[in-house]
């Protein structure tokens, strides 16, 4: 499949994917360094606008060694990128580590993947079906 992407500056760099199975193409800072305070958040340019084909997403997700390594993720866990959106792809990075994270110009900072999804019809209904898990919530399942 291929999908239209546009620079928006002369040092942006087009997303790549580091194998030939990797699922998420990483993305790049388009900026100058930075630091992430511990704690902090920082909106990071890519300097890129994307053209999702219709019945897709672009999802981003942490890169996890950026993650394990150094704390560093996608403040909203999972960036989501509709086929409409024409703006800037940026990336919202939280520091969870606690001590302050230097990003480098150029550096991966991100990985995106490109996803079909379906389109729900939602109906209010006044009873939903049974099921064995029922109302059971968080960390219910697989308990005895």
Do not use: W
Request: proline content about 4%.
């Amino acid at each position: 499949m291929k999908v239209c992407i546009k620079k928006l500056t002369d040092t942006a760099r087009l997303p790549a994917y580091g194998s030939a199975y990797a699922a998420g193409a990483d993305l790049y800072s388009d900026e100058d360094a930075f630091t992430v305070a511990p704690g902090e958040t920082h909106l990071t340019h890519t300097g890129l606008s994307i053209e999702i084909p219709e019945g897709y997403g672009g999802f981003i997700y942490a890169r996890s060694g950026l993650a394990t390594k150094r704390g560093l993720a996608p403040a909203n866990k999972v960036g989501v990128i509709d086929a409409d959106y024409r703006g800037e792809i940026m990336v919202s990075l939280h520091n969870h580590s606690d001590k302050p994270q230097t990003v480098e110009a150029g550096e991966r900072v991100a990985q995106l993947v490109i996803a079909p999804f379906l389109k729900a019809e939602f109906e209010e209904a006044d009873e939903l079906s049974d099921t064995v898990r029922g109302e059971g919530g968080f960390g219910s399942t697989g308990t005895k």
